[in-house]
């Protein structure tokens, strides 16, 4: 009994003394964070994104998770390869300088081959790209950040020429549109069968109740369209616990596999629309779609003198260019011109980017035009684009189209690219018209979307017609001094048309007459093409474009802090 009672009081010295240590111990803590605070030197300090590890970016809710930038997918195609990143909406958009391209070899995180980007580009919209160059066979391509020297995981890799690339809505009967290579329709016709093929939505084929499929109402070139589900239309089915908002959409072949994707549909897409009310009313009267690469130095003259004859809106496909495209457009832009770049990074799709951007000017537009940077449209008689020529042509509610016959234009007797603009510079043509561009009304286009650049496919009851040249004409610069032209022998940008590279098609009018399938220049280029003098642009925008204090075209300037 004395021993327990011994023990007992033995312990209960033992705990009084500990917690007298662990009291003053906190007490001088504290003290210390006090002086601390009251120096001001117990500061709280925002940590820049860049300098997180792993490239976390921390949320402004504490509760979350940091979010951090991955790849999302990569496409191989013939000479380089595109990695698709995946942004959170907090975060910096990362610069040429602070990645690497790195190529893995199988089941290894140690890089065999390390090189710079050749680019690294966004349009704030659905893209967010870093090109490189093409991954020697077998290895893993992914991304290397120079401040911390993470290695980014790879995400899937996928063969630029089939896979579906693009997805929309369109908000007119709430279908929905793929855009996908490897289907092998034929150009200009729609296929027999759409029922053979189906919309796939989801993330994880694997995984049936995250996947839902619909059937195609029409399949045509590059463009399946599909039944939306009204569940995706609403909202109401869940998808994928790691959703980013986004459905990924592809395209099943009945009998065969389905196609890799890496197109998305964007959550704000999902909701019905109403659709508008035919053509009228709508914001802008005269719009024009183009896709260009490399042209970033013609974009002044070109949208300067559109704007003044009536166009109001533009929107421009690039296409790789790595000439500072996204500098033009922006200086435009801040000018006062309503431009915008699309990143379009698919090779050999003018077709579909054509129709994609028919759909995105749908709802902006009344009417389209589909014109390349080389080329123009001139009013001989001076006339108003819109209320002269396109609104009377078109009052008649059955026509959907204006076709405008293009005059093709050479070197001109010129060696160097003209320093005033082309419209200037070149001034001797073929006599003869070389095939049309369109002027489209966008409700009037058959849902497949079919069309040959040059033109579209209408609905039934809708028709074409032909303005007459002595109204409006395209002077299409397009066989320009060499330095400039050899530039088409890189890619041509249509589907269906051979490149000059290729020995088919030689004879094709696509191409230039006699000038083969090599980009040597011939002795007299800056003569050939040239039977017509043609002064009648040029003498017109000297006449009503040149400034009477700096004798200056307005684009020559711009034009010239391009080059």
């Known amino acids: 009994m004395k021993d327990r009672r011994k023990r007992s009081v ?31 030197s117990f500061q709280p300090r925002l940590i820049p994104k860049r300098n997180i590890p792993a490239m976390e970016v ?31 909406s ?43 160059p093409a991954p020697p066979r077998g290895s893993i ?36 549109l793929v855009f996908v290579k490897g289907l092998n329709l034929r150009s200009g016709r729609p296929a027999t069968d759409p029922n053979k ?22 399949a045509a070139q590059e463009v399946v369209r599909c039944r939306t589900p009204s569940s995706i239309l609403n909202g109401s089915h869940r998808f994928s616990p790691n959703s980013d908002n986004s459905i990924k959409v592809s395209v099943r072949v009945v009998g065969r596999h389905e196609v890799d994707s890496v197109a998305r549909l964007k959550s704000a897409e999902w909701s019905p629309k109403p659709a508008g009310a035919g053509g009228r009313g709508k914001q802008h009267k005269m719009c024009v779609c183009t896709m260009l690469r490399n042209q970033a130095r013609f974009l002044p003259e070109w949208i300067m003198y559109h704007g003044r004859v009536g166009v109001e809106r533009w929107f421009v496909y690039d296409n790789n260019s790595d000439d500072d495209v996204e500098g033009a457009v922006g200086s435009l832009a801040g000018a006062g011109h309503n431009v915008t770049r ?43 684009l819109y209320d002269d020529v396109v ?20 070197a001109s007797g010129l060696r160097e690219a003209p320093a005033r603009g082309v419209m200037a510079g070149y001034t001797c043509r073929l006599a003869a018209p070389e095939r ?60 269906y048309v051979s490149d000059w590279q290729q020995e088919r098609n030689v004879g094709s009018k696509d191409r230039a007459p006699g000038l083969g399938t090599k980009a040597v220049e011939p002795s007299d280029w800056p003569t050939r093409f040239c039977e017509v003098k043609d002064t009648g642009l040029r003498d017109r925008i000297m006449d009503t474009f040149t400034d009477p204090q700096t004798g200056k075209l307005p684009w020559e300037d711009q034009q010239r802090s391009q080059t």
């Open 10 to 40: 033995f312990s209960w010295q033992v705990l009084f003394f500990f917690l007298t240590i662990v009291l003053l111990f906190l007490a001088a803590f504290a003290s210390s964070v006090a002086r601390l605070w009251l120096a001001g």
């Open 391 to 410: 609104r009377p042509l078109g009052a008649g509610e059955d026509v959907g189209e204006v076709r405008v016959a293009c005059h093709s234009f050479g």
């Open 436 to 495: 049309h561009k369109s002027i489209v009304r966008p409700e009037a286009l058959d849902s497949s979307l079919i069309n040959l650049v040059h033109h579209f496919h209408l609905k039934a009851g809708f028709r074409h017609v032909n303005v007459k040249r002595s109204v409006l004409v395209i002077n299409h610069y397009k066989y320009q001094v060499w330095e400039v032209f050899k530039e088409k022998f890189y890619r041509r940008v249509a589907t």
């Open 58 to 88: 921390i949320s402004a809710e504490k509760s979350q998770p940091p979010a951090v930038v991955s790849v999302r997918e990569t496409v191989i195609f013939p000479d380089e390869a595109v990695v698709f990143l995946k942004y959170p």
């Open 197 to 218: 093929f189906k919309c796939v939505y989801g993330l994880d084929s694997a995984k049936p109740r995250f996947v839902l499929s619909a059937d195609a109402v029409s």
């Open 90 to 132: 907090s975060a910096f958009l990362f610069t040429r300088d602070d990645i690497n391209c790195i190529y893995l070899p199988p089941n290894s995180s140690q890089p065999r081959l390390q090189l710079p980007p050749s680019a690294v580009d966004s349009d704030g919209e659905s893209h967010h790209i870093v090109r490189c």
């Open 342 to 384: 699309h990143l379009w990074p698919w090779i050999k799709t003018q077709e579909a980017g054509f129709a994609h951007c028919a759909m995105r000017a749908r709802g902006l537009c009344e009417w389209v035009g589909f014109i390349d940077v080389d080329e123009f449209l001139h009013l001989p008689s001076g006339l108003s």
């Open 141 to 176: 391509l992914s991304l290397l950040i120079k401040h911390n020297g993470n290695n980014l995981a790879p995400g899937p890799m996928h063969r630029w020429d089939s896979l579906a690339y693009e997805a929309m809505i369109d908000n007119s009967d709430n279908t929905t």
